[in-house]
């Protein structure tokens, strides 16, 4: 049986927002009593910038790996790009476990530039693949690029 193009956006979308919940149930303690503590650069965003954030994010990345999976037959190396995809979600949601459940910048920082090189890899890959989608992540790569720079810089500091 095949699977539905908008059934496969969904579970794409699905996978995302799991991601999310991970995320957000390793942070929600620490958003509160850990992290207001801790000393951050004057560039910082404020709490209320990462939900929409975020959530734009995940629909982005969603919709550009789902296209790359619509195409999948008539594209070489899509499998290992979907591949690619699966294992970034996996290190987004270990770095809100390493950074905000563990409390522990130092090895977040290790952890983050490994997604990031996950990162550039597949927009390089996406844009092979399909322009839209190399589009679509491209605000994914520069926001981790920017939090690998708030998590260096909140290592430094503390």
């Not at 970034?88 to 905000?100: C, H, K, P, T, Y």
């Not at 459940?101 to 693949?129: C, D, K, Y």
């Amino acid at each position: 049986m095949r699977l539905r193009p908008w059934l496969a956006l969904i579970l794409f979308l699905l996978a995302a927002f799991l991601v999310a919940a991970i995320g957000g149930g390793a942070t929600a303690s620490s958003v509160r009593e850990w992290y207001p503590t801790i000393a951050k650069p004057s560039w910082t965003p404020p709490s209320w910038v990462f939900g929409p954030a975020w959530t734009t994010l995940y629909i982005l990345m969603s919709i550009a790996a789902w296209r790359v999976w619509c195409r999948r037959e008539a594209l070489e190396g899509a499998a290992l790009t979907l591949r690619l995809h699966g294992v970034q979600l996996v290190l987004n949601a270990l770095w809100s476990i390493l950074f905000f459940g563990l409390r522990n910048p130092a090895l977040a920082l290790i952890e983050i530039l490994l997604l990031w090189a996950v990162l550039a890899t597949l927009q390089l890959r996406l844009f092979r693949h399909d322009r839209v989608a190399g589009a679509l992540w491209v605000p994914y790569l520069a926001w981790v690029s920017f939090a690998t720079a708030l998590n260096a810089a909140i290592w430094w500091l503390n």
